[in-house]
Structures are given as structure tokens and as C-alpha cells.
């Protein structure tokens, strides 16, 4: 049985600072540990987010590069925080910075989205393996021809470019070959950028699944 979840499209109409200084950074805030309640997230003191929870992402926000301290709390508490981080951010930069691992022992992860020429016509597609409890995956078409090989747990591919279409790809364990997740339905537009997530818990619950975001340098610019 497969599992998915894909973040939709967003439009911004006003984005507020969006492209309009080019020493500034983006970033989003994910949800990936799969113990954990719905946070609140701190940075400096000040609210990033409020009440994310498992799987969810925030949208982008222009932030000045710099280093951060990182605060992140059970939703709607000040006392006791889940982890406290520094965090350095440099400028002209995209990311997605997520929180990994199984409570107590959780990180934050700041995932860097690089942007590029996209080949005429193509789609750019990456993989990040934030599941605490899966394999060194490979990433297979039903072929088993392979996109991405041997991804350890907080690792995450460089994009490649591949047609845009409609996608079944698989989940392998990256020792034994063996599926341990089949997704079908993925579907890739032109001129856009992926990362397949793959998150939850291998055998356990929440299950392991993946989230297919449309990725920043989509549609942010410097």
C-alpha cells in the first residue's frame, strides 16, 4: 500500500519582499518528525511558525541571512522547548529547513534549494530521505532503472532533470532491492522543481510515506 501527500502549487499575488532584495534568503519551515505534536517555532525570540504539524510545511518567508537561534515548542507552550539550535543562513539563498529525527533526539536540518538552468522542456527532481526508521534507499522506476541510489537517513540528492509526466516510482531498500514503497500518481509539470520527501516510520506509525512540495526556485527570484 502506497501513501501520499502532495503540496500544492501556491500563487502568490503579493508576496511581501519577495525579489526585492537580493542579499536576502528564503525559507520554509518542515514538519518531518513523526512523534512529535504541532509545534510553534522561535527564531531570535520571534515567531516563524505557529502550530505546524507533522507534514506540514510553511510557506516561504524572506528573512535577512544571518545566524539564528532556533527555538522550537509543543504548539501553544513557552517552557520546555523540543530543541534549541543555531542556526547560519547565508544570503541569496532558498531553503527548507526541517526538523528531523524522533523525539527526544530531533535536529534541524536546513536543506538547500539550488537554483538553475532547467533543460528546455524538462522537470528538476530530487530526493530526501528524512525517515528515521528506513533503509539506504534507492529510488527506482518500475523498470528498475535507478533515479537515485543509496540515500542514507538526512541525506538529500542533487536535482536532476527528467521529462515532465506522470510518474510510478519505488521505494528500495537500497541492500536487499526489496520495495518498501510504491508511489504511483506522481505528476511533474514542465519548468518546475521536486523534492520527493520520503518521511514516517518504516513498520511503524505514522507509516513511512513521501510529500511531493513544489520547491522555491520555481518561482522565487534574485
Not at 536532476?160 to 528500495?172: C, G, N
Amino acid at each position: 500500500m502506497s501513501f501520499m501527500l502532495f503540496a500544492q502549487e501556491r500563487i502568490y499575488n503579493n508576496p511581501p519582499n519577495m525579489g526585492l532584495d537580493r542579499e536576502r534568503t528564503y525559507i520554509r519551515i518542515f514538519h518531518a518528525v513523526p512523534n512529535a505534536p504541532a509545534v510553534d517555532v522561535y527564531a531570535n525570540g520571534m515567531p516563524l511558525a505557529r502550530n505546524l504539524s507533522y507534514r506540514g510545511f510553511t510557506e516561504y518567508m524572506n528573512i535577512a541571512p544571518g545566524t539564528y537561534n532556533i527555538e522550537i515548542y509543543p504548539a501553544g507552550r513557552r517552557d520546555t522547548p523540543l530543541l534549541r539550535t543555531t542556526v547560519m543562513l547565508p544570503g541569496q539563498s532558498i531553503f527548507t529547513i526541517a526538523a528531523i529525527g524522533q523525539l527526544p533526539n530531533i535536529s534541524l536540518l536546513p536543506i538547500l534549494e539550488t537554483k538553475r538552468t532547467i533543460p528546455s522542456n524538462m522537470a528538476m527532481l530530487r530526493f530526501s530521505n528524512l525517515s528515521p526508521t528506513a533503509p539506504n534507499i534507492n529510488v527506482t522506476l518500475p523498470d528498475g532503472r535507478t533515479l537515485f541510489g543509496d540515500v542514507e537517513f538526512s541525506e538529500t540528492t542533487d536535482y536532476i532533470p527528467v521529462p515532465p509526466r506522470v510518474y510510478r516510482l519505488h521505494l528500495r531498500d537500497s541492500r536487499t532491492g526489496q520495495v518498501i514503497l510504491d508511489v504511483p500518481n506522481i505528476n511533474l509539470a514542465p519548468n518546475r522543481y521536486y523534492t520527493i520527501y520520503a518521511v514516517g516510520l518504516l513498520g511503524g506509525q505514522p507509516p513511512l510515506q513521501v510529500l511531493i512540495p513544489l520547491d522555491g526556485p520555481s518561482y522565487l527570484n534574485f
